[in-house]
Nanobody, 126 residues
């Protein structure tokens, strides 16, 4: 069992930066692949990035490369999403998710993750 809690969201002006944190509890976290997604009303959950259990490998959606950076600190049971040059279209609820099974090298679909945080709102004003 892995319990995830996101933090660090809020309101930011266009062009600004935010760092989201995903703090985990549970034995499986250290061996889990962790991903970040976002969702806006009426749309499907959108994949942003994922990171291997060691933090040594990362994978990004093409549209997210360059402005978003995923990282993790297993000693703190935390995965981060650094977001820069934010745009109003980045406004969404952001979720972290964990895949403890590791059966897929780079899980990009929501169905490939077992555990989810409750989500956190990020609003980018123009």
């Amino acid at each position: 069992q892995v319990h995830l809690v996101e933090s660090g969201g809020g309101l930011v002006q266009s062009g600004g930066s935010l760092r989201l944190s995903c703090v985990a509890s549970g034995r499986s976290f250290g061996s889990s692949t962790v991903g970040w997604f976002r969702q806006t009303p009426g749309k499907e959950r959108e994949f942003i990035a994922t990171i291997s259990w060691s933090g040594g490998s990362t994978y990004y959606a093409d549209s997210m490369k360059g402005r978003f950076t995923i990282s993790r600190d297993n000693a703190k049971s935390t995965v981060y999403l650094q977001m820069s040059s934010l745009k109003p279209e980045d406004t969404a609820i952001y979720y972290c998710a964990a895949d403890p099974l590791g059966g897929i090298a780079w899980p990009t679909r929501p169905s490939e993750y077992t555990y989810w945080g409750q989500g956190i709102q990020v609003t980018v004003s123009s």
